[in-house]
């Protein structure tokens, strides 16, 4: 299916972030993915989220962080993650969204984002990548999945060093080989997101 790509920057209080936009004819709706806390949007989950998404005619805008644009590895506080990521899905859906479905997600902290702020953001759901469930010595992170009032997937390494987080009823989970790098398995990974998406926005 043709598709085609671009770079955006987008202005937030925090500095500026970058989306990468992945386009294909005939779209249903757009997915905006973010990244992982130290890592970028090449990440191998992302980018076969990216590739199941147009497969299934939906955008895909891939969303660095201001940190991230700026050259620092270490993120900021979560705050400060939500508000540029709420400021750069809005401008977004300025320029570009143009009133098609909004679906958000990311992988790791970027999941944890995504689910934190998409009410806010006006999302019908939340593809979460590698949730970081239960980080060592520090309390779950479950309250932010369940805050969520739209469909949920989340897609677990069975391996994932951070737990797997329960199913609920708007909340589906697949587990698949591998850990939390969800590295050993993109076909399984992408046919999930496939299916899910082609549920949520039936």
Known sequence: MPTSAGTRELDTPHGPARAHLHRVAGARGWLV??????GG?????LVAATEAALAERVHVALVEQPYRVAGRRSPPPARTLDLAWIAAVRALRRRSLRGAPLLVGGRSSGA???????????????LCLAFPLQPPARPSRLPELE???VPVLVVQGENDRFGVPPAAPEREVVVVRGDHSLRSDRAALGQAVRDWLARVLR
């Open 33 to 38: 993915l973010g990244h992982g806390a130290g």
């Open 41 to 45: 949007i090449a990440a191998p989950d």
């Open 112 to 126: 944890r984002v995504a689910c934190r702020t998409a009410t806010e953001v006006g999302a019908v759901g939340v």
């Open 147 to 149: 805050a969520v009032e």
